[in-house]
């Protein structure tokens, strides 16, 4: 698996905005997928958004037209950036990265978490 380390987060007033880096230990060329997922208490992570390795993005409903997942591929680093944030976005934002192996399959990776909070 490739390690994801996450940084950013935090607590932020409504209508604010984060930042959430995710820098990958091998290159992220080398994964088909990568993005971020939100795990709230009670409930599965759902996709946020994601990123293939031909560039092709992907949003949840709920966040078009205020996140925007961008990638460093010299930093091998992956960005969320949250704009006018509100408290339905509080949660455990995931790293994720899948790599397709020869002879091994999907492997698929996540990150430690790092977690939004919205307040009111």
């Known amino acids: 698996q490739v390690q994801l380390v996450e940084s950013g987060g935090g607590l932020v007033q409504a209508g604010g905005s984060l930042r959430l880096s995710c820098e990958t230990s091998?290159?992220?060329?080398?994964?088909?997928?990568m993005g971020w997922y939100r795990q709230t208490p009670g409930n599965q992570r759902e996709p946020i958004a994601t990123?293939?390795?031909?560039?092709?993005?992907l949003y949840r409903d709920s966040v078009k037209g205020r996140f925007t997942i961008s990638r460093d591929n010299a930093k091998n680093t992956v960005y969320l950036d949250m704009n006018n944030l509100n408290p339905n976005d509080t949660g455990d934002y995931y790293c994720?990265?899948?790599?397709?192996?020869?002879?091994?399959?999907?492997?698929?990776?996540w990150g430690q978490g790092a977690q939004v909070t919205v307040s009111s």
């Open positions: 994720y990265a899948a790599e397709l192996r020869i002879g091994e399959g999907l492997i698929e990776s």
């Open positions: 091998r290159s992220i060329l080398s994964n088909q997928v």
């Open positions: 990123i293939t390795h031909g560039g092709k993005i």
